[in-house]
């Protein structure tokens, strides 16, 4: 017996192209994307009180430096005042030059980045070609805006970083923010979002106008180092906020979106930076970094 979702597929005609390389609009129309209709009439589930205690995942950043751009997230997930996980992949890959950051309810944020996962496979072999990074970036907004009526009812809210790579005439690292309905802004030097993000702005803002060099002049060494310390700080005033963990051995998620691809930092590499950091101070590394 076939799954009724065949059955719906092979009813549908065969030529329709008028969604043609929109894999959202495809589950929409065979019936296995689920969006919040308004005109139903359905209010908060049982009210604001009766909502249940979510996970959440926080916090992000992302920033230009002269190699790309830097985006990373702490390991922390917490529900309430519970630390609910402490490993937690906050800095997802979407294609080969495209990152998506998460800070809000992991469970909707990463159903969102395997349906735009999916939305950028689905479209490259269908048109034979890579989407364009606008394109990238609507696909990403549409998907929050589908979401958003459940964000009204108090549950599945997401507000999330997309950084991707131009390969065309720009060929420049681009980044970007969205706020929960959807709208997008390109950001100019960096971003952070969830509720370590004051601190970690503080600490970029410092850096970026008052440092020896603003931060999109920074090497890769210095790009990791202000990172875990705008981390490390985040988590000394947000209990949500797991930064670097000393005694669990625990390390930010941190990748590199640059010309050839996506680079992941190894852990050993951060260890040896924070360390390095904590007992000279500011002064500047022998080793480099490497990155593919």
Sequence with gaps: MKPPFLDRAASG?????????????????RGLHQTYDPSAGRGPIGGASAV????????????????????????????GNTVVYDR???????????VMAIAGVPATAWEMARVLEHSFQYYRRTQLQEMSVGGKV?????????????????????????????????NEAKLYF?????????????????????????????????????????????????????????AEADTATGGVDRHGRIFPVIKIIHAKG?????DDTMRGLFNAGRLNGPQPLSAGVPMG
């Design 178 to 234: 969205y706020d929960v309905m959807g709208a997008n802004f390109e950001v100019a030097e960096y971003a952070a979002t969830g509720s370590g993000s004051p601190a970690v702005r503080g600490v970029l803002y410092y850096e970026n106008t008052w440092g020896a060099k603003p931060l999109h002049e920074y090497t890769l060494e210095e790009s990791l180092r202000i990172t875990l310390r705008a981390l490390d700080t985040a």
């Design 88 to 98: 937690a992949d906050k800095v997802l890959e979407i294609d080969r030059h495209s």
């Design 262 to 266: 996506i680079t992941t930092i190894e």
């Design 13 to 29: 005609p065969a030529t329709d192209t008028r969604d043609a390389g929109d894999f959202s609009a495809l589950l929409q129309t």
């Design 52 to 79: 249940p205690g979510q996970t959440q995942a926080t916090t992000i950043l992302a920033f230009k430096f002269a190699d790309g751009v830097l985006v990373a997230g702490d390991r922390r997930a917490t529900a």
């Design 138 to 170: 609507r696909a990403l907004s549409k998907l929050l805006r589908d979401n958003f009526g459940f964000v009204m009812q108090g549950v599945g809210v997401v507000v999330p970083l997309f950084a991707t790579y131009d390969n065309g005439p720009a």
